[in-house]
């Protein structure tokens, strides 16, 4: 089975623009979950998708959204980019959720200037 | 909700030693307390996983053993190789679809 693949790997983009990540979970996996990774602040969850339905949020605020086809393809958006928002962004899939076993993607990072 | 405490941030240990990385959760009905392992410049991988049935899990140089009444679990790797350095994450889930993990622990083995 292939695993979680995410594109673009890397990203650069000035304050105030927006970005699409995107992201495609294991085959069957119709769990997708957003996580940015900072040193300072580790892994943080942004929000679950579960069968095209938001299941979960963090605590993020409104500029990051995101959503989940019908196939499972999951896109994250962040409009109005601060630097601040330099991370990487990872993204995992799992076939019940993200309660239980994830398989995380190689992440993209974004770099904000 | 969910705290999880993860200790040491850093751990050096002489290659064929043994590291032991420690989490404490603050949430009883946390069920599934998965490790991952993430290289630089890649993701977490899941390396072993435990749930609250059981009290220890191996797989060949990894070991986690967990205490449901200390709210504790540990990720024991023995005989470390260089190529186990990297940062390891702990984990803790409840059913109610919520998954808290750990600051990480950045191993180095060194040879």
């Known amino acids: 089975k292939a695993g979680v693949t995410q594109t673009p790997r890397y990203l650069i983009k000035t304050r105030g623009q927006q970005v699409t990540l995107s992201c495609s979970p294991i085959s069957g996996h119709r769990s997708v979950s957003w996580y940015q990774q900072t040193p300072g602040q580790g892994l943080q969850f942004l929000f679950e998708?579960?069968?095209?339905?938001?299941?979960n949020k963090g605590n993020f605020p409104g500029r990051f959204s995101g959503r989940q086809f019908s196939n499972s393809r999951s896109e994250m958006n962040v409009s109005t980019l601060e630097l601040g928002d330099s991370a990487l962004y990872l993204c995992?899939?799992?076939?019940?959720?993200?309660?239980?076993?994830?398989?995380f993607g190689p992440g993209t990072r974004l770099t904000v200037l | 909700g969910e705290n999880v405490e993860q200790h040491p941030s850093t751990l050096s240990v002489q290659e064929g030693d043994s590291a032991v990385i420690k989490c404490t959760y603050s949430?009883?009905?946390?069920?599934?307390f998965p490790w991952y392992k993430q290289e630089l410049g890649k993701g977490p991988q899941l390396i072993i996983d435990?749930?609250?049935?059981?009290g220890e899990k191996k797989d060949q140089r990894i070991a986690v053993t967990l205490n449901k009444t200390a709210k504790h679990f540990s990720l024991h790797i023995t005989e470390t190789q260089p190529e186990d350095s990297a940062v390891y994450f702990c984990a803790a889930s409840d059913n109610n679809n919520d998954m808290r993990f750990g600051a990480g622990t950045r191993l180095t083995v060194k040879p």
């Open positions: 949430d009883s009905a946390s069920n599934y």
């Open positions: 998708y579960f069968s095209e339905t938001q299941r």
């Open positions: 435990i749930r609250s049935n059981v």
């Open positions: 995992a899939s799992s076939f019940l959720g993200r309660h239980n076993e994830q398989f």
